[in-house]
């Protein structure tokens, strides 16, 4: 996430990374870096900051009178179809959650207003409760979630701002970044001269978030990633990479300053104590899920290249994967390019996602796997190579048996299916606790619908060394799409010359009766690719959830698992994240998170991070849910519960 309002002011200066960093709401804790200050003084400074640089930055869109950009955010009876949207701009998959005002009621996604005209929330500190601290340790600040209450007529209810989750991390020797999605740095107001003076806008939300350590992940320290020039969003689905020069890249979903949905990267130079305005890869209405990778160019070994791929719409809605590259350190970007379209053909969908790069840093060899849905129970993983520096890509050959062509790994996504409501639509997920009923799918089609759920995906997390390629995905043991008699198991296939054969897939974590679920796993490689590290949630038989770490040795027969050892050093319970909605027309036939912000049945995010340091020893980060967060008496799901967080650990 970014900083308030300081992205909007990197057009005036580029000295204010930490200017407004946590103002309205950051409370004085011993031990916690912040400072305190008065809520009238902190509104009246983000008032007049924004009135005094909105005009400078935006010339073209503001007034004379310096007009501040805010986002209508809609009331639940706006919003129709299965996914939120933004300014017309369908968001399907990054986990936000706000009804937002799209294009069939506004034909603008900003709205500009007079600054002295708007109404500011009543800020209320963080509510969180830490429990015991182990040898791993949350890496994202606590005292930056909060409660905002405006209420309004279609939504009297407080916003509670405090989920964390989804997570990546990159490390060069002490210096590492770990980036993971946050609806903490969110202002929610009114506006008394817009059109509709009793809804809520958006004035800002960064919702990339993350944290740097400078001593190897004793002490952290939060920050927001800044959006491109004049835009005040983020929208998550961050990935963090590095390369050589130990500088930082920070990829992910946003918007820009006329609220199109956007592609970004920004650069840190700082060892990651701060991030420059983020570069536009694409404006892509169409755009999701986008990963990065650095690492050297084949052709020019000294020179680092940037990679970019993410998920694109194109005609008929099918999707594709884009991609886009840098040769000269983030400064400029290929026009996107598009690696892999298909028509539907009976067999396999027209739809793909979760694509993922990855750089082997002693060759330069480009990977790029991704998920092609199947028209059956059965999806399929693919991959392109590049020996090139990203400028022709071919398929790597699995080799299969069973599988439609020799292109493809037949594999059946993991969970079970769940009524996530209106906005978070059918999703596989895991469960905690019992089938509550009653909601828009449950009485479709008979879905079951949990309170504590976490959807949880199929990503393909690859990793790739000295020529050997390790490729992590979460599998079901079912041959039928989301079985309730399936569980959860990490596959993970192994290729040591580059993807030109495979050795048989390695169960890496299989269900037993005491831990019937692993599930969103990530992989990293010791550089001289001789070690394998894989990690992984696990949710045992009292359906309370932990984290693990495999560590599997590559050999010139396989994969051989030398072993397991836990990652966090507790388990924990799901948040509520699938509350019967109190909103009109369905009320409690659909759902929301108790966070308003984020989409019924995100609890976890899609992803955790395994990474290896330069001695080939591991680290992780995950999102976890040990905390305690007592929401107010007038919130979806008053009283104390669980929240996520984003821990880290050297184990």
Same mark, same amino acid.
């Given at each position: 996430m970014n900083n308030k309002f300081d992205e909007l002011a990197k057009g005036v200066t580029q000295s204010v990374t930490w200017r407004l960093d946590i103002s309205p709401y950051t409370v004085s804790r011993p031990g916690r870096a912040g400072r305190q200050c008065s809520r009238s003084r902190t509104l009246l400074a983000l008032a007049a900051f924004t009135s005094s640089v909105v005009g400078s930055i935006l010339p073209n869109l503001a007034s004379a009178q310096a007009l501040v950009p805010l986002i209508p955010i809609a009331s639940v009876a706006d919003t129709s179809d299965n996914e939120s949207d933004m300014a017309g701009v369908t968001l399907h998959a990054t986990g936000l959650g706000p009804l937002l005002a799209g294009s069939h009621r506004h034909s603008a996604g900003v709205v500009y207003v007079d600054p002295s005209q708007i109404i500011y929330p009543v800020v209320l500190q963080s509510t969180a409760t830490g429990a015991p601290a182990g040898p791993d340790i949350q890496v994202n600040d606590p005292s930056l979630d909060n409660i905002q209450v405006l209420p309004s007529a279609s939504n009297p209810y407080p916003w509670e701002f405090a989920t964390e989750s989804e997570t990546t991390l990159a490390a060069d020797g002490n210096n590492i970044v770990v980036s993971y999605n946050s609806s903490a740095h969110t202002l929610v107001v009114k506006a008394a001269d817009s059109w509709s003076p009793d809804s809520h806008f958006f004035a800002y939300l960064f919702y990339s978030g993350y944290s740097v350590s400078h001593d190897g992940g004793q002490t952290w320290r939060s920050s927001y990633i800044p959006s491109s020039q004049g835009s005040m969003f983020t929208l998550g689905d961050g990935v963090v990479a590095k390369d050589r020069s130990g500088n930082f890249y920070y990829a992910s979903m946003a918007l820009d300053a006329r609220a199109n949905l956007d592609v970004i990267v920004s650069k840190s130079t700082d060892h990651g104590d701060t991030f420059g305005t983020a570069q536009i890869l694409a404006l892509d209405s169409g755009a999701d899920k986008e990963w990065i990778a650095v690492g050297p160019d084949p052709t020019v070994p000294s020179r680092d290249n940037i990679y970019v791929t993410w998920r694109t719409l194109g005609n008929n809605n099918n999707s594709m994967v884009a991609f886009s590259r840098s040769t000269d350190g983030g400064v400029t970007w290929s026009p996107p390019a598009t690696l892999f379209a298909y028509t539907n053909d009976g067999v396999f969908k027209s739809t793909v996602h979760f694509m993922t790069p990855v750089v082997d840093q002693t060759s330069g060899r480009l990977y790029v796997s991704f998920v092609h849905f199947g028209v059956g129970n059965s999806d399929y993983l693919r991959v392109l190579v590049s020996n090139d520096g990203g400028i022709t890509f071919a398929p790597l050959a699995f080799n299969a048996t069973g599988a439609p062509n020799a292109f493809v790994y037949p594999f059946v996504a993991p969970g079970i299916y769940a009524d996530c409501g209106n906005r978070g639509g059918t999703q596989l997920v895991v469960k905690q606790g019992p089938d509550i009923g009653g909601g828009i799918w449950s009485e479709l089609y008979g879905f079951p619908r949990y309170v504590h759920c976490s959807r949880i995906q199929?990503?393909?997390?690859?990793?790739?060394?000295?020529? $050997?390629?390790?490729?992590?995905?979460?599998?079901?043991?079912?041959?039928? $799409?989301?079985?309730?008699?399936?569980?959860?198991?990490?596959?993970?296939?192994?290729?040591?010359?580059?993807?030109?054969?495979? /050795?048989?897939?390695?169960?890496?974590?299989?269900?037993?009766?005491?831990?019937?679920?692993? /599930?969103?796993?990530?992989?990293?490689?010791?550089?001289?690719?001789?070690?394998?590290?894989?990690?992984?949630?696990?949710?045992?038989?009292?359906? $309370?959830?932990?984290?693990?770490?495999?560590?599997?040795?590559?050999?010139?027969?396989?994969?051989?698992?030398?072993?397991?050892? &836990?990652?966090?050093?507790?388990?924990?319970?799901?948040?509520?994240?699938?509350?019967?909605? &109190?909103?009109?027309?369905?009320?409690?036939?659909?759902?929301?998170n108790f966070d308003q912000l984020i989409k019924p049945g995100y609890a976890l995010g899609e992803y955790m991070g395994v990474a290896t340091d330069a001695n080939g020893n591991p680290m992780a980060s995950w999102g976890d849910s040990r905390n305690s967060w007592t929401s107010p008496a007038n919130g979806f799901y008053p009283g104390t519960h669980p929240q996520t967080d984003v821990f880290f650990v050297k184990p």
């Open positions: 199929s990503f393909p997390l690859p990793a790739a060394a000295n020529g $050997r390629l390790v490729i992590t995905l979460g599998t079901s043991t079912s041959a039928v $799409r989301g079985d309730p008699a399936g569980q959860a198991q990490i596959t993970t296939l192994y290729s040591r010359d580059g993807g030109g054969t495979w /050795f048989p897939p390695l169960v890496v974590a299989p269900p037993t009766s005491a831990d019937p679920q692993h /599930f969103l796993p990530a992989a990293a490689l010791t550089p001289n690719g001789n070690t394998a590290y894989v990690g992984y949630y696990v949710q045992d038989s009292s359906e $309370r959830v932990r984290t693990e770490l495999a560590t599997l040795q590559l050999t010139g027969g396989g994969l051989a698992l030398l072993g397991t050892q &836990p990652l966090s050093s507790a388990s924990f319970d799901l948040e509520p994240n699938n509350i019967p909605s &109190p909103f009109p027309p369905l009320k409690s036939e659909d759902t929301i």
